[in-house]
């Protein structure tokens, strides 16, 4: 008996660079974050190379946010946005918008925490 996996599917192609992605969620490791992610379509490296690029500094514990995942965001003095981690191990955020940080539009996502 022989099963065939790929029957009537082509392989998604990463957004980026176009390569072919073996499979979602796409998943990296990131600062001791994880990432999960299923929309857009971004391969590994891809998505690894976009946190390093696009990620931001937490006000709050000043380690890396990497895109794609939620954040809270902070209103600072002279109009600037600051963000913090909306995880728990980085909670205090008080008064704040909630948004996610990307690149360009975001689609859904799901990020799992590391704890
Ligand atoms: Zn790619
Ligand atoms: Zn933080």
Do not use: W
Not at 17 to 22: F, L
Not at 65 to 86: C, F, W
């Amino acid at each position: 008996m022989r099963e065939d996996f790929l029957t009537g599917s082509d392989p998604d192609l990463c957004s980026e660079c176009s390569q072919p992605v073996p499979g979602r969620p796409t998943f990296v490791e990131y600062e001791g974050e994880e990432i999960f992610l299923f929309d857009p379509i971004i391969c590994a490296t891809c998505l690894l190379e976009l946190c390093q690029r696009h990620s931001v500094v937490c006000a709050n514990c000043g380690n890396k946010i990497p895109p794609y995942s939620m954040v809270g965001v902070l209103k600072a003095d002279h109009g600037e946005q600051q963000y913090v981690h909306m995880t728990t191990r980085c909670s205090s955020v008080g008064s704040a918008f909630h948004g996610y940080l990307g690149k360009g539009t975001l689609g859904p996502f799901v990020q799992v925490e590391a704890c």
